[in-house]
């Protein structure tokens, strides 16, 4: 039988190794409650305002609110632009029991197009269900009154209030006042580039073009805030408090809607600009160009066919003519060309030269025909310009020569923006020997000067730069900024604009201006003069020129026939002037595309009618 082995145990170190354990556990334990104990303390006292504002974020939701845009008035406080409250239909997704059947439902009772509901799921993507999506933008009467009677129908549709830009003139005033549109990615790009994103957080439209654009930031206003508690799905239970926004600042523009509508309508089917401006101190009276477009089409949402309808149009009423339309100044700009040969010494007051009908650079057999076919005899400056002879300024061109040309007519602002508060303005072309070989690379010929000096070659305006060379000489050097602000308005503060200058034009003999100034005078005064049939009779006094600017050149032997011709090759109708003659207060410029006729037969009589409209309303505001 085997023993048992036995055992000896060593209580007394068995009691020490157990007592060790329980001391390494105990000190474990001890740090495991410390480190929790300062993770309390973090959390309870040195963090307790951060996770309290963490909590509060969860809780609280900051909305924010869009300001209401700032009017636009005309100089005697007309509505020029407003905004205008009108019904949506907004549906909240999570409160539709069946969203498509309801959509095609709406869509029957309402008679609207399926662009209307894609766009609906393409802005709902964007949204959380519980926020409500705009289903159509602009309810009209008899759509708002079908869906009344039905809204019991519609669980989760409402149709709710809200204001829209309008533009009461519409075309009239659209490429003064441009429009404001949605804002698109390209916006929002720009908005995160300056860092004023965040104050468009709850406006859906932003300026496009015009003044709209141009004064976008004064408009919009400032955005404002309310703080709703919500619950832990984001639904809205209460509000807690609300930080107003502030509206936009009012306009008030130097327009006079009267006379702007008038121009508008004078210039009938025809394409063009018409502009009249103070010349002291650039305030805009009225800007026209034609064709137009209705601005609301793109405040209140532009349908797919309508914007086809301006892009494929072939008479680019997108374009502002009166800013960005470049056109050949013709004969309306001989007057600073004539500046320049009498500040240069190349001619006196009193030299004289000999027209037969055309002039020929010496060894070129080419001729630069005269308008007037067998000439006009003996000419000196005052009859060169009354009569408008070619001639006269074929022979100043080339001995003045293209860059003294340049540089004199800089100076009047051609070949540079003018600086006119609305930002889509071109700098047009005032060509010289470097722009030239700039821009394709060739010499400049000495027959290019001579088309030069009566307004053609490469040389091409704006209607407003126009404005401004013609109040250079009605004023006698001084050079004016254009401006359509008159003034801003904030509460009852109102504010005037500045008025802005650029560099006066100073001749080396001030007599000049008085010999130029004469002689557009008699242009409108005397029988010769190309505007005499369209000023006789006029109970003020005036002085202007007249321009037919040629589309295409012209062959040696050919004869320019309007009627015979493609409508877009027929020559521009021209007119540039002031009034009165004496201290002029208006300067007038008038450009008409295309169209049978002249700068005296076409434009001069426009001129007339709304010099005659002008200062009857003059006198009738006077009176007031």
Known sequence: MKKKRVTIRDHQFESALFGRRVFFSLIIVVIAFGILLTNMYHLQVVNHHSFQTRSNDNRIKVVPLAPNRGLIYDRHGRILAENRPVLSLEVTPEKVPDLAATLVRLQQVLEFDDDVIDEFHENRRRERRFNQIILLDRLTEEQAARFAVRQHEFPGVNIEARLVRHYPYGEALTHALGYVAKINAND????????????????????????????????????????????????????????????????????????????????????????????????????????????????????????????????????????????????????????????????????????????????????????????????????????????????????????????????YGFGERTGIDIAEESAAVMPSRGWKRARFNQPWYAGETVSVGIGQSYWTTTPIQLAVGTAVIANRGERPVPRLLRALQEGDIILPAVVETRDPVVLKNPTHWDVILDALNRTVSTVKGTAYRAFRGAHYSSGGKTGTAQVRSIGQEEKYNAEEIDERYRDNAMYVGYAPATDPEIVIVIAVENTLGGGGSVAAPMARKLLDFYFAQEQAHAQQ
């Open 188 to 411: 929002l790009q720009k908005l995160r580039t300056e860092k004023k994103h965040a104050n468009y957080a709850a406006t859906r439209v932003i300026g496009k073009l015009g003044v709209e654009r141009y004064y976008e930031e004064l408009l919009h206003g400032t955005i404002g805030y309310q703080q709703v508690e919500v619950d832990i799905h984001g639904r809205t239970i209460r509000t807690l408090s609300v930080q107003p926004p502030i509206p936009g600042q009012d306009l008030h523009l130097e327009i006079d809607i009267d006379l702007q509508q008038y121009a508008y309508d004078l210039l009938g089917d025809e394409r063009g600009s018409i502009i009249l401006m103070d010349p002291h101190d650039g305030a805009i009276r009225a800007i026209v160009s034609k064709p137009s477009y209705d601005p609301n089409w793109f405040a209140q949402g532009i349908t797919h066919t309508q914007y086809q309808s301006l892009l494929n149009s072939r008479h680019s009423p997108l374009l502002n003519r009166s800013t960005q339309g470049g056109y050949p100044p013709a004969s309306t700009v001989k007057p600073q060309v004539a500046l320049a040969g009498l500040d240069e010494g190349i001619i006196t007051p009193t030299t004289k030269i000999w027209d037969p009908g055309w002039f020929q650079i010496e060894g070129v057999s080419h001729r630069y025909r005269d308008w007037l076919a067998w000439g006009h005899g003996w000419v000196d400056v005052t009859s060169s310009l009354v009569e408008s002879c070619d001639t006269f300024y074929y022979d100043l061109a080339l001995k003045l020569g293209i860059d003294t040309i340049h540089e004199h007519m800089v100076r």
